[in-house]
């Protein structure tokens, strides 16, 4: 019969690789998880309940919240609030810094960044939704209050990150740094399960993500890459399939068991770009490089982007390697950083 392995197990079988940790990062992630279980209980019967539709209110980011939005939110703070492990989070719901009283946590080594509830536009159509997160090092010393600065660190400063995906199965996927595992839940057993050991990207694709409505709003570059995913061509196998969900985390999870590339560029209205660097981007470029895969906003690649606000925004090119290179190349050739 074969081993079960929970994510609890998996946590602490690797506590070894994080001497200085002291457990106080195993028990975050274990504190991360649980948070997922409620959550995941909520979106599985949110057609029962009064837990759809819109909140009323709109976050810092311009948008709609949803009530299932509020309630991702409000879990994850919790669970991360009553374990101590951490001296803030911040969140896409909230404008700013959520500082956790309270001595142990004052003390605390790690701040957390996560989007509650990804993709949260799809919720009432009940099209797979998610969480994102990642864990810091605060650079302030512990005891004071926590500020900005202490988030406004490179991705190459992370010591943890993954996502939640909700979908016909639940899964959680993270990496420390030392490759990328995804733990899927039983709901027999209410335990993260080790499914996806070791995970890896492929480094060629045959499907491009991109939502093809705002064409004419992208950059030449962006334009390019997409013709010539739509070109017939034995040898590299094209054209390439079109998939667009619409969640960051579904796309994303497609592409890397898959292979793919997932696109969110600068646009004529957001020119920018629209996906948040801190606690959406810079994520899951760390999962699908410890994959094998690549992560840039078309010209950098995302983990070594310097943030300058809590809420920064950035393009995102992302998925297998060499078709990530190849939309650089676009971007380089028909259109140049000024």
Not at 195 to 202: E, G, I, N, R
Not at 232 to 243: L, N
Not at 266 to 287: D, F, Q
Request: hydrophobic content about 35%.
């Amino acid at each position: 019969m074969k081993k079960v392995t929970t994510l609890g197990q998996f946590i602490i079988e690797r506590q070894k690789d994080f001497p200085f940790a002291k457990g106080e990062l195993s028990r975050l992630l274990r504190d991360i998880g649980i948070a997922a279980k409620i959550v995941n209980r909520e979106v599985n019967k949110a057609g029962l309940v009064d837990i759809l539709g819109e909140h009323g209110t709109t976050n810092i980011q311009g948008e709609e919240v949803k009530k299932l939005d509020v309630f991702a939110n409000e879990q994850f703070i919790d669970a991360l609030s009553s374990g101590g492990e951490t001296c803030a989070v911040a969140s896409e719901e909230n404008e700013e810094i959520i500082h956790i009283e309270g001595e142990v946590s004052a003390n605390a080594k790690y701040v957390v960044s996560v989007d509650p509830l990804d993709g949260s536009s799809n919720i009432d159509v009940n099209v797979s939704i998610g969480t994102i997160f990642s864990i810091i090092r605060r650079s302030s010393e512990p005891g004071i209050p926590v500020n900005e600065n202490d988030y406004l660190q490179k991705g190459t400063s992370m010591v943890a990150a993954g996502y939640i995906i909700y979908g016909s199965s639940t899964m959680l996927v993270y990496t420390t740094g030392r490759g990328v595992n995804g733990f899927t839940l039983d709901p027999s057993i209410g335990e993260f399960c080790l499914s996806h050991p070791d995970m890896k990207c492929p480094e060629e694709g045959k499907i491009y993500s991109i939502n093809e409505g705002n064409y004419v709003h992208f950059p030449e570059g962006v334009k390019q890459y997409i013709k010539y995913c739509q070109v017939e061509d034995e040898a590299t196998k094209r054209p390439y399939s079109s998939r667009y969900i619409g969640s960051l985390v579904a796309d994303f999870h497609r592409n890397l068991l898959k292979g793919g590339i997932f696109i969110y560029p600068s646009t004529a209205k957001s020119p920018n770009g629209k996906l948040r660097l801190l606690y959406e981007c810079n994520p899951v470029a760390w999962i699908i490089e410890q994959a094998g895969g690549k992560a840039s906003d078309g010209y950098t690649r995302i983990m070594e982007k310097q943030p300058k606000t809590l809420h920064e925004r950035t393009p995102l090119f992302i998925g297998s390697a060499n078709m990530v290179t190849m939309a650089e190349e676009f971007m380089q050739k028909f259109s140049p950083k000024n």
